[in-house]
């Protein structure tokens, strides 16, 4: 499969390049634009939940932790 080495484990990328093939019956179009969809909704969610944070930080409700669940900023 595209030059790829039998003896070694898959990568996260070719795994997930696999579900997507599999998921759009092998057509590399459709699993194409399905992974462009699925990566430009994640980047409008990030960038939603940056201007919610930067909302909150310029009226001054940030607290200790608030940025991030692991207490880091």
């Known amino acids: 499969m595209h030059g790829r080495i039998a003896d070694r484990p898959l990568t996260e990328a070719e795994q997930i390049a696999r579900a997507y093939a599999a998921a759009a019956c092998n057509d590399p179009w459709a699993a194409l634009v ?32 608030a940025i991030s669940p692991g207490g880091g900023r």
């Not at 990030?46 to 932790?65: K, P």
Request: negative net charge; hydrophobic residues 35%.
């Open 34 to 65: 399905r992974v462009i969809a699925d990566a430009l909704t994640d980047l409008d969610e990030a960038e939603h939940q940056t201007a919610q944070q930067r909302r909150l930080i310029s009226r001054g409700y940030i607290r200790d932790g």
